[in-house]
């Protein structure tokens, strides 16, 4: 590979950042108010998908954390390979997140008192942060496709930190409200 910024694939790369940083969280914000089983259709409830997607979550995690580990160790192929790895985690995440909101009713948060100031403190932030992330993302990852690994680096800085915040604070959430599942 050269050592050449590739400005074409760049621009062309960056037009799909800004598109899908805008239609994804509409998309899911969409469908997540849709509710399948409300409008009449015969579908099962997804209630095994909670535990599934907070394990994605908790694998992106650790995927993050060995991708920062692997470029500390100058190991450019492995870190490549669990970055692409942490992105499929996370859309197959977003997926199977909207799928259970599509086929089952929302769980409400039932503890009282400071466990439900932390509680909300930590799924407020978890999902601003979880739409701010999406252009961090797909930024960080086009950089290091398009070999502007300078601007990559800096960027990356910014992204690892939110995005392992959204993958941790998304098993929390779990765990805090899993006892409430109906």
Do not use: Q
């Amino acid at each position: 590979m050269s050592n050449t910024v590739d400005h074409e694939k760049a621009k062309k790369y960056n037009k799909w950042v800004v598109v899908l940083s805008v239609v994804i969280p509409i998309v899911v914000a969409l469908l997540f108010g849709v509710n399948l089983r409300s409008l009449g259709f015969d579908v099962a409830p997804l209630t095994m998908l909670p535990p599934i997607y907070a394990t994605i979550n908790a694998c992106t995690a650790a995927l993050l954390i060995f991708a920062v580990m692997a470029i500390k160790n100058k190991n450019v192929v492995l870190h490549e390979n669990l970055m692409t790895t942490a992105i499929y985690c996370s859309v197959v995440f977003l997926v199977l997140y909207v799928a259970y909101h599509m086929t089952s009713d929302s769980t409400k948060f039932g503890g009282e008192g400071v466990i439900a100031y932390v509680y909300y403190f930590i799924l407020i932030t978890h999902i601003v942060l979880s739409v701010i992330i999406i252009p961090f993302v797909l930024i960080t990852y086009v950089r290091a496709i398009t070999n502007d690994i300078e601007r990559h680096r800096k960027i990356a800085k910014i992204t690892f930190p939110m995005w392992l915040y959204v993958a941790i604070t998304g098993v929390i959430v779990y765990f805090m409200i899993s006892p409430y599942y109906v």
